[in-house]
């Protein structure tokens, strides 16, 4: 199983990754029920989870029924505790829809809830960051997770985010981050895929940020928050919940 995930998640498009396995791991989830871990996002329960990586496969990553990682846990629990994003009335842009959160995103009430990007399948509009076709101080909050990391023009459409919310406005980042590399690393005669993957750990990666992402963030115009989950959760919690152990949210808002 473990190398099989490995080959799809390296060489299938992440949407038909995700098309196709929804079915089959829906039914591959009956097998793996248990009391050691829940998946948050819809309260299952798990006796362990799936492995998931491109490379080095990490065990017990992906939550079979919701197909969700420890990424997309750890935003749902940093969402539902530390924000009002599920009590509020919130016009919400979320770039590069995960699937895990696309039905219940849309199911929700308080929610005006637009998803966008260049080529997903389930984005209402299609664009590119770097130039985004809404108004300025149009949106309360965004999310946009794993997308910066392809993108060379990264500050500008960073700057592009910070245009479309509000005074007050926050939004989610998330990236592959070396924490203990005070420099991001990136090379623009790196590009070949082969390469990229060896030097970024994917072949659509033209960098790894380091622990300077939050000066790029800066730099657009946000205020920046770092915040640690081994802060918020137990020990027993984290492995409860599958998140890594060095999970932190990255967490912007924009100046009213």
Known sequence: MQKIIQLITRF????????????????VSIFYRGNTYQDPINNKRYRKLLPYGRINARP??????????????????????????????????????????LRLFKNQKNLDYVTADLSSPWADVKMDIRKMPF??????????????????EDVDSMREFYRVLKPGGWAVFQVPIRWNQSKTYEDPSITEPAEREKHFGQRDHVRYYGADYTERLQKAGFHVDVVDL????????MKKFALLPNEKIIFCTKKK
Request: aromatic share 16%; glycine share 0%.
């Open 135 to 152: 108004e300025e101080n149009t949106f309360d909050a965004a999310m946009c997770n794993h997308v910066f990391e392809h993108v060379w």
């Open 12 to 27: 299938i498009p992440r949407e038909t990754q995700q098309r196709i396995a929804h079915f089959f791991l829906r039914i």
């Open 60 to 101: 017990n990553a992906l939550a079979p029924d919701s197909m969700s990682l420890e990424r997309h846990r750890a935003i749902w629990l940093f969402l539902q505790n530390e924000t009002t994003f599920f009590t509020e009335n919130v016009k919400f842009l979320h770039v590069a829809p995960e699937y895990c959160f």
């Open 230 to 237: 081994n802060k918020k959760f137990s020990a027993d919690q």
